[in-house]
């Protein structure tokens, strides 16, 4: 069973920085993905990010690029979401998920299931 689990985020001040990760295990095919979403407050939650593990393609969401950089590290199957010039906008819950390929779709699962972490949550007063 596919397993994500998230660490990082917290208190950061508008124009800093700080990194997710998410480690992931039990993928039984070669080919995966790991998407980053988001929830605001009152708002449904979109996609930030994702990378493919198979050939390092990557995905932002107009309102992150050029200031997120997302990474894998294949070795320890883990996924970095690195958050620069942070934005009270960006404040939510970041939750990573397993895909099976990285594109700009809604979520679509990993193999006809859905494989959420827990989120971790972050916050950019104002």
């Known amino acids: 069973e596919v397993r994500l689990v998230e660490s990082g985020g917290g208190l950061v001040q508008p124009g800093g920085s700080t990194r997710l990760a998410c480690a992931a295990s039990?993928?039984?095919?070669?080919?995966?993905?790991i998407g980053w979403f988001r929830q605001a407050p009152g708002k449904e939650r979109e996609r930030v990010s994702c990378?493919?593990?198979?050939?390092?393609?990557?995905y932002y969401a107009e309102s992150v690029k050029g200031r997120f950089t997302i990474s894998i590290d294949n070795a320890k199957n883990t996924a970095f979401l690195q958050m620069d010039r942070l934005k009270p906008e960006d404040t939510a819950v970041y939750y990573c998920?397993?895909?099976?390929?990285?594109?700009?779709?809604?979520?679509?699962?990993?193999?006809?299931?859905?494989?959420w972490g827990k989120g971790t949550l972050v916050t950019v007063p104002s």
């Open positions: 998920a397993a895909e099976m390929a990285c594109s700009d779709s809604h979520y679509l699962g990993y193999y006809g299931k859905e494989y």
């Open positions: 039990g993928f039984i095919f070669d080919d995966w993905a």
């Open positions: 990378i493919s593990e198979s050939d390092g393609n990557t």
